[in-house]
């Protein structure tokens, strides 16, 4: 009979050498050392749906949007992965039911040094810029008909064009001038 290869688990192999428990972990989180029941009592919280949805974008190859989160190698750190309290202790109450969180290097994984709660519209902004994108500026694009740059900024939904510029640097100060006018409180 073959055991389990997890380390302290002598239980019969079901598949892929790992028992039945750590089968269906691997399946679910694409890790079969995920405990997500480690007694801590917030199973229905709005932080513990939080945790589970980032894990499952960022582990489960299942997931729909895996490709944009795993697949391009954003992870959620071993320390949160493993366990929800040690997530919860880091992060805390969620400080407002509209809050989301949210990761301040968009490049990078989550862990302790990089999140922090916001709300949607502040995370909007911390999105990747558009591989189409040819200035390196979110909100500045060039024009190839009218052989110029265009800026533009997102103000309560709707899309402001802040003009046409002979130069990408004008574009991206008048950019940047924008944002501080209607993004900063």
Not at 6 to 15: A, E, L, T
Not at 19 to 40: A, Q, T, W
Not at 143 to 168: C, E, H, P, Q, T
Request: glycine letters at 6%; hydrophobic letters at 25%.
């Amino acid at each position: 009979m073959a055991i389990c290869k997890v380390d302290s688990c002598n239980s019969k192999v079901r598949c892929k050498e790992l028992c039945s428990i750590h089968y269906h972990r691997f399946l679910k989180y694409g890790e079969p050392l995920v405990v997500k029941n480690d007694l801590h009592g917030m199973r229905y919280t709005r932080e513990y749906n939080i945790w589970d949805k980032m894990i499952q974008r960022c582990h489960n190859h299942k997931h729909t949007s895996y490709d944009s989160y795993g697949g391009r190698g954003i992870f959620v750190c071993d320390e949160w992965k493993s366990s929800f309290s040690n997530f919860y202790k880091d992060v805390g109450d969620c400080p407002d039911p509209s809050f989301t969180l949210d990761r301040i290097d968009n490049n990078k994984g989550y862990n302790k040094n990089n999140y922090r709660w916001t709300d949607r519209v502040t995370q909007s902004r911390n999105t990747r810029m558009s591989s189409r994108n040819n200035s390196g500026t979110r909100g500045v694009s060039y024009n190839k008909r009218d052989d110029k740059w265009k800026a533009y900024i997102s103000v309560d939904k709707k899309s402001m064009y802040l003009g046409y510029f002979n130069k990408k640097e004008d574009a991206i100060k008048a950019r940047l001038v924008a944002e501080i006018k209607y993004w900063r409180d």
